[in-house]
């Protein structure tokens, strides 16, 4: 399931962990962890040096685009970009900007290891414009306490993790497909629903 990263590909762990922090429907572990796991002693197709550096500079990209993005194109971008959009609804960016307010830069340490909260608080920070600088010191604290927590883990405990991905691989690909045609079938009713809304609004002009 993980051959995608083997073989010394570290580009491809980038890569990867950018688009999952842009909103790929794929957790950031998953990579981590294959990374933890490809550089184990017992598998050894990764340096687990370049490989923990290849997880944290992903992952700190990816963040980066987030907060760019929110940034650059404030609270528009929760209602006029629709890729966005289902990523950030405008209530629930109220609720992360109060979250924010009120537990101050401790919530981007939580955020790291809840999927969900991730990319909103990300954006909001930029829509906030909080300053860059400590943005990126907060951020590169998190990440790395985080990804070197999950890289440590599937790294030491490689050879288990290992034999279970072997002995369920065929129902983690099944897994994985159907959570896909999922996720896949929640965008597209959600695109249809939001071209019948501008129909409706533009009948109404």
């Not at 995608?4 to 842009?22: D, P, R």
């Not at 490809?38 to 907060?67: K, R, T």
């Not at 966005?84 to 340490?109: A, D, N, Y």
């Not at 829509?127 to 985080?146: E, H, N, Q």
């Amino acid at each position: 399931m993980f051959d995608f990263l083997g073989h010394g590909s570290y580009l491809a762990i980038v890569v990867t962990l950018i688009l999952t922090g842009c909103g790929l429907p794929i957790p950031e572990e998953v990579p981590i962890v294959a990374a933890g796991v490809l550089s184990s002693p017992e598998v050894g197709q990764l340096n687990p040096w370049l490989a923990l550096a290849s997880c944290i500079v992903g992952v700190l990209i990816g963040d980066m685009v987030i907060y760019w993005v929110g940034y650059h194109f404030g609270r528009g971008v929760v209602r006029n970009h629709r890729w966005w959009s289902h990523l950030v609804t405008p209530e629930r960016e109220m609720k992360m900007e109060e979250m924010i307010r009120r537990h101050g830069m401790k919530v981007f340490f939580v955020a790291r290891f809840m999927v969900g909260l991730r990319a909103p608080i990300y954006m909001t920070a930029g829509i906030l414009r909080l300053p860059f600088l400590r943005y990126l010191f907060i951020d590169v604290v998190c990440a790395t306490i985080v990804v070197g927590l999950f890289f440590s883990l599937s790294y030491f405990f490689g050879p288990r993790v290992g034999k279970w991905i072997h002995e369920t691989g065929i129902l983690l690909t099944i897994v994985v497909v159907l959570l896909a045609v999922l996720a896949g079938a929640y965008l597209w009713r959600r695109h249809r629903q939001s071209g019948r809304e501008e129909e409706k609004v533009g009948a109404s002009d």
